[in-house]
């Protein structure tokens, strides 16, 4: 419903000659954060629709943040929600973010030891608005729309079909202008991991144990005199070698094979 209300709202501008906003982001953080924000601000004559809008918003999200926002000739607002990890965001069933039986999966995660993968699986669908004027009138016109989707991410994306990528692949954008003013379906996807530098910082701490273990028993077998004790000492190195080994495999397994997701790793509501 509030994809139809906003798309009917940016024909009525543009056939108005008008001017209008719209902008969603999402910010997370390093830590797994999820900090969203979406601006709507358009011209005089919408302002009763934008001010319904809120309405909308501050009912559906009690908790929100609402600012107003004023540019030349533009009224608006900005709203804010904070969640304190992706996965309380996934739950929260927002339309634009949420999953659609059939059409998207939302976000999915699979969990690591040395990172999280995750799986943003976003839709949009509008129906067509059918404007019957010429392609300079409405490349004119459409210059005065802004509607679009953008994710900042803490690290770069594995993989995306954003419109625009920066920042090293951490940011990044989809223009839905063309989506809302010719109806139609769009999909927008992105993969990405979130580091547990905790995790990286402890194996990296045994495996410098490890390896100062095996050199140090080394230098022992080797300096020792008695058979049997330098035999002792040979073992131990042996063992600490071995474990050195294993956990440079294992590390080294877990940070190249690629994660394929499957349906149980959906952690998003379902949208009705």
Known sequence: MKKIFIAMLILSCIICAGCFQANFDLTITEEGAVYRTWRIMGTAPFSQQIANLKAKNEKLFPNIQVKNLVEGDMLGYEFKLAYPDIESFAQSASEFYGATDGKNKGISRRAGWFFDEYEFDFYSAYPPANIPLGATMNQAMFSEVIYDSVINLPY??????????????????????????????????????????????????????????????????????????????????????????????????MLATPVVFTDADIISATIP
């Open 156 to 253: 770069p994306a594995e993989a995306t079909n954003a419109d625009e990528v920066s920042d090293g692949g951490k940011l990044l954008k989809w223009n839905l202008v063309p989506l809302v003013i010719h109806g139609g379906e769009r999909s927008m996807q992105v993969r990405f991991k979130i580091w547990h530098r905790e995790h990286a910082a402890l194996t990296a701490a045994a495996e410098l144990f490890l390896l100062t273990a095996t050199i140090f028993f080394l230098i022992k077998a080797r300096s020792e005199e008695l058979e049997k004790a330098a035999a002792d000492l040979r073992f131990k190195r042996n063992v600490f070698a071995l474990l050195f080994l294993a956990v440079i495999l294992i590390s080294a397994y």
